[in-house]
């Protein structure tokens, strides 16, 4: 065999191999397209705050989506995003309402295969975490939030009808490098709940 016949043959053996590289990458974007990784509930279940030495502190309950999709995506790698933002607002007869507080928590959700338990920690907490056996009981920690204070009774002494509101949401966090191939276009990886509002005790 000449050396020109073994290059043509080597060049035909690539392109087979990057067609059929090309049709399992094509494959696994058309079954991540078709699954929905956070379908399912996500609401504000309950909320109220109460002052405790001029804190108002917020309580929440909130259930957050569960299914096989959610458990895959974590044990692939995806880092799952949780936010609780709040705001306070003063009711204004002629004018709209002005903000007088806005504050949002951020957690974050992960699967750490080698201890097959799940991660949740606060992005900004340094290395403080808590770790769950069960997807259920860490979407249970996130999803219960009591005593965090979201300002003081000085922002509030102004005379005045004051509301406060709560809305959770999930996006997508980090990605492994082959996973961010895969899922940079995708728009499933984002829900908000509707905002849960109520009057602000004085």
Request: hydrophobic share 45%.
């Amino acid at each position: 065999m000449t050396i020109t016949k073994r290059v043509q043959r080597c060049v035909a053996a690539a392109r087979v191999t990057m067609v059929a590289g090309v049709l399992a990458l094509l494959v696994a974007m058309a079954s991540i397209a078709r699954a929905d990784p956070l379908a399912g509930a996500l609401e504000i279940q309950s909320a109220f705050v109460n002052v405790t030495s001029g804190v108002y502190q917020l309580h929440v309950r909130i259930r957050y989506p569960r299914n096989d999709e959610t458990v895959a995506a974590l044990r692939d790698g995806v880092t799952l995003s949780y936010k609780l933002d709040v705001e306070v607002l003063r009711s204004r007869r002629y004018w709209t309402d002005a903000g007088v507080a806005a504050v949002t928590l951020q957690r974050q959700l992960s699967y750490h295969s080698v201890s097959e338990r799940y991660v949740v920690k606060d992005p900004l907490g340094g290395s403080e975490q808590k770790t769950y056996p069960t997807l259920e009981e860490a979407l249970s920690d996130l999803g219960n939030v009591e005593g965090w204070p979201i300002l003081v009774a000085s922002q509030v002494a102004e005379e005045g009808e004051y509301t406060v509101r709560v809305r959770a949401g999930i996006s997508q966090g980090r990605l492994t490098d082959a996973l961010r191939v895969l899922m940079f276009w995708s728009d499933d990886w984002q829900r908000q709940s509707e905002w849960y509002a109520w009057s602000l005790p004085r």
